[in-house]
């Protein structure tokens, strides 16, 4: 098995467990997960690039940008800091953080786009399947 073939077959496991958890935080730690696998493969960061123009097309990167703001938001529970995370950050905390206290409610915009995420990251291993394929 060559190398890139054993990242895709892992990835692929990342994504599996993202598609087969139901809702809740652990699906949250699942896109976690994927993303955080994505980040440690350069392999895979340069196929989501937003010079590539078919994936500007496709709002890939603005669609894994959404993706890594849960991914840094489960980092950013973790951390004890009194530095300024920004707006974002804390927003993004703070509904993570409900998430995590079986807290479910429809104002808590990460819960009513759980869905929409899981759409969002079944795009982004599409897209990594066919640049791959393309490679």
């Known amino acids: 098995m060559t190398k890139n073939a054993k990242k895709r077959g ?15 935080f652990d699906f949250f730690v699942a896109i976690h997960d994927f993303i955080e696998y994505i980040e440690a493969n350069s392999f895979f960061i340069e196929n989501l690039s937003s010079r590539i123009k078919s994936n500007r097309d496709l709002k890939i990167p603005t669609k894994y940008n959404f993706l890594k703001q849960i991914y840094q938001g489960l980092e950013d529970i973790h951390i004890q800091t009194n530095a300024d ?31 929409l995420f899981r759409k969002m990251t079944s795009e982004i291993y599409e897209r990594l399947n066919l640049k791959s394929v393309e490679v």
């Open 10 to 24: 892992n990835l692929d496991k990342k994504f599996q467990k993202v598609l087969k958890t139901p809702a809740g």
């Open 85 to 115: 995370l920004g707006h974002e950050r804390y927003m993004t905390l703070g509904d993570l953080k409900k998430i995590r206290n079986n807290n479910f409610s429809e104002s808590n915009s990460f819960w009513r786009k759980r869905e």
